[in-house]
């Protein structure tokens, strides 16, 4: 074959498989598809020089790691044209495979057509371009097909990737307003997560009140704990041996128990309601001589009141008793006191201007049954023994030792006397003074009054009478004083300090008066005695418990607790009445011997 057929021959070779490539819209031929390689060298250099220009033009045209270029040049252009194309058909053969689903739109390629017309211009100075490796993915996405339209495919390659980054950017621009739905969304996310994240907020609203309760109950446990470490809690009431039985000493001695009573009634007249028949029985179960009561919150008219009636009830239950009253006359239904001396007849005559019940002046009652009206005294028997009987019934001692000489209603100092807080009874053998001692409030406000004035007063008076009249004085009643650590149950509390009755000032004041010469006679008589009290708080509920104070005291001159040569009176025993009820104090008994 001659030289120029051989180049035709490769020349229409090179064109039909162009054309190929135009109908099936695949650049590349297929694997098993051979390349002709009667291209002259001449040719192989032009083509690479258009790839070169083309890629300059493109930024995406250097040869692929595998594609080799031929070294010998001429050829016909129309072989350059074909051999061009083989070459980019070979680099781009096995990777632009995946992009055949993907054609050009009918309008592109109308585009790209209308850009055949560009042609490549050779490079000048004939030199091989370097190969750009990194370049290479680029090119996977070009599709060449003819010669002139390898180079405007190349050139109009750009252009659909513009239109398709467009699209890829208007897909990502959705993709990146997605997100912003997500945004919304997230939003959405962000106000459901805030509204729970504002539950937590109510819960810490709440949580501070849970805390608070279980503060206020820990509080309330912890001061328990220390409460009952920091102060007494004696609440036992021990035995007390009795020091005297008044029979047997008159069997043996001839002597008489002169019994005096004190009660604190917190209120006569509600008093005589809950227990019509209380001071009657008290008197009958002891004997008693004396009845001394405090805090009766009368005034003078309440005994004739026809309402109250309260004359009358006392002539009723304790008309074998003399009735000496004590008024507040600065304050209405406030302090108050009150006594009752037994009626006994002296030389013919009424002891202490005592009237028989009849009115008749000089018969005598032996026995508190005839007070009250005991079966014997309803029947009427025994009349003569009971007036036979005046020595039986006061053993050895005559009679006029028993008797009260005076009784005084006022303390005899203008700055105390208008509170109705005392009386006093003069008897032959002692002076025996009633005494509602002044409460200093529950602010404290009377403290001062208390203990500078009143207790220096009574004090001052009792010395007075011990030595004017030349006989032992005994001071009872409610004092208002809590002694020391066993006269009240919870000794050590705090607050006892700062309560009336047991703050230092009124016991150091009360031990001034003992040091004066002046005994307590129960604890003189049970000094180990403990749980003995005479008052507990009604509002706590502390009487059944036993969570009380002493405050009502027996206080007598030194001489009445000792045995000497001339002395006729003696006292032998002192004792509290807790079971007897009707106010917030008990009874307390004090028993002294009168020898013949």
Not at 522 to 543: C, I, K, M, T, V
Request: net charge positive; glycine share 8%; aromatic share 6%.
């Amino acid at each position: 074959m001659s030289r120029r057929s051989s180049r035709a021959s490769s020349v229409a070779a090179a064109r039909r498989i162009s054309d190929a490539a135009k109908d099936d819209g695949d650049d590349a031929p297929s694997e098993n598809e051979s390349i002709p390689e009667a291209i002259e060298p001449a040719s192989s250099v032009a083509a690479a020089r258009r790839i070169s220009d083309a890629a300059k033009d493109d930024g995406d045209d250097a040869p692929s790691e595998n594609e080799s270029i031929p070294e010998k040049p001429g050829a016909l252009k129309g072989a350059e044209k074909a051999k061009g194309d083989d070459v980019t058909i070979k680099a781009t053969k096995k990777k632009a495979a995946p992009k055949k689903k993907k054609k050009a739109p009918p309008k592109k390629r109308a585009a790209i057509e209308k850009g055949k017309t560009k042609s490549v211009s050779d490079d000048e100075d004939g030199s091989e371009p370097e190969p750009k490796k990194k370049a290479a993915p680029k090119k996977r996405k070009s599709k060449s097909f003819s010669d002139d339209e390898s180079s405007t495919k190349k050139k109009a390659a750009p252009k659909k990737r513009k239109s398709k980054s467009s699209s890829d950017d208007e897909s990502s621009a959705k993709k990146k307003a997605a997100p912003k739905k997500r945004k919304s969304k997230g939003s959405s996310d962000d106000e459901s997560s805030a509204k729970k994240r504002a539950a937590p907020k109510k819960r810490k609203s709440k949580s501070p009140s849970d805390d608070e309760v279980s503060t206020t109950v820990i509080k309330t446990k912890s001061p328990k704990k220390k409460k009952a470490a920091d102060h007494q809690r004696w609440t036992e009431r021990t035995p007390l041996t009795r020091h005297w039985d008044p029979e047997e000493a008159m069997a043996s001695t001839g002597s008489y128990t002169f019994t005096v009573i004190s009660w604190n009634v917190a209120g006569l007249r509600a008093f005589v309601k809950k227990r019509p028949d209380a001071l009657r029985d008290l008197a009958a179960k002891y004997q008693a001589d004396v009845i001394c009561l405090q805090e009766t919150k009368l005034q003078e008219g309440h005994l004739d009141d026809p309402k109250l009636k309260l004359r009358e009830h006392f002539e009723e239950k304790l008309g074998g008793y003399e009735g000496h009253w004590s008024y507040s006359l600065e304050k209405k239904g406030y302090s108050g006191t009150a006594m009752f001396i037994k009626k006994r007849r002296s030389d013919g005559g009424a002891g202490a201007g005592a009237k028989a019940k009849d009115g008749k002046k000089g018969k005598k009652q032996a026995t508190l049954g005839a007070f009250f009206g005991s079966s014997k005294a309803a029947e009427g028997e025994n009349d003569a023994s009971a007036e036979e009987g005046d020595g039986a019934s006061t053993g050895d001692v005559p009679i006029s030792h028993l008797a009260p000489i005076k009784v005084d209603t006022e303390l005899g100092l203008p700055a105390h006397d208008g509170e109705g807080r005392t009386i006093t009874a003069e008897f032959p053998l002692f002076y025996l003074t009633n005494v509602y001692v002044p409460n200093s409030g529950q602010k404290l406000d009377r403290l001062g009054y208390r203990t500078e004035q009143w207790d220096a007063d009574l004090l001052e008076r009792m010395q007075r009478l011990e030595k004017d009249g030349n006989k032992p004085v005994i001071w009872l009643g409610d004092l208002n004083v809590a002694h020391n650590e066993k006269d009240t149950w919870n000794e050590g509390a705090k607050h006892l300090a700062k309560s009336a009755g047991t703050t230092p000032e009124e016991r150091e004041s009360f031990e001034r008066q003992l040091g004066a010469g002046y005994v307590d006679a129960f604890r003189r008589l049970h000094p180990e005695g403990r749980g003995h009290y005479s008052y507990w708080s009604q509002r706590a509920g502390n009487r059944e418990p036993n969570k009380g104070l002493r405050l009502d005291y027996f206080v007598c001159s030194e001489g009445l607790m000792e045995d000497g040569d001339g002395r006729r009176a003696r006292v032998r025993d002192s004792y509290m009445v807790p079971e007897e009820l009707g106010s917030d104090h008990c009874p307390i008994v004090l028993e002294i011997e009168i020898k013949r």
